[in-house]
């Protein structure tokens, strides 16, 4: 047995639907900008003939389960959801083709890139790192992940509300990259490995938050989600 200083973080993980089995997450990849409709509503364009995707990260450790009450985040005043589809990754792929990028996929999810819209923006427009807008306590918020090996999404819609008020309403149908294109171009810069998600990124009609908000949503025929955004700290 390691002897260690202090208890060591658990592995984060999240439930599988029909079995007890739970699926053990490695890293949460995150696709920007992925819709043309909300890069537009963020004032950016994209490209894709020049433009290559662009991707950043959220520690496991920020994994939250649907249903959860989170408590509103410290050092914003723009706490905003993104609704989006997740790729649960179920073996290890490096340099895929995109014909080969069906082999790794596990199943899919429902997931909130929960983000600190002042923050990021701040970053972005200073050309810093975004992980204070995206990588904190408690914003990757992920449904239960739903077997599907080797199933390519190619259109289901996607929606979430406030409130049971609608926000985002729209299909993976319009993603910039699709889940193939993701897949083999994320594999040529890691080695991806069971555990790992992909969220690919949110269509428009992103915005705020607010304690005491409620959020539904889902993918269809993937599953719902829920949180509940709770009192600052
Ligand atoms: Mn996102």
Known sequence: MTAYLFTPPEIASLSVRGTSQRFAVNRIF???????????????????????????TKSPQTLVPSGATVPYPPGTQNYHYEMELVVAI??????????????????????LDMTRRDLQLFARDKGRPWDLGKDFEQSAICSEIVPMPGVVLEQAGIAMEVNGVTRQNSNIDKL????????????????????????????????A????????????GVAEIALTIGPAE
């Open 209 to 220: 938050v607010v304690p005491g908000d409620r959020i539904t949503g889902r993918v269809e």
């Open 90 to 111: 179920g073996s290890a792929g490096f340099r895929l083709s995109q014909e080969q990028a069906h082999q790794v996929i596990y199943g899919y999810a429902s997931g």
């Open 30 to 56: 995150c696709v920007g900008r992925n819709y043309h409709a909300h890069a537009a509503e963020m004032g950016r364009s994209v490209d894709k003939s020049v433009d290559p995707a662009f991707y950043f």
């Open 176 to 207: 910039i990259w699709n889940v193939r294109e993701i897949i083999a171009d994320l594999s040529r810069f890691y080695h991806l490995q069971a555990g790992d998600l992909i969220y690919t990124g949110t269509p428009e009609g992103v915005g």
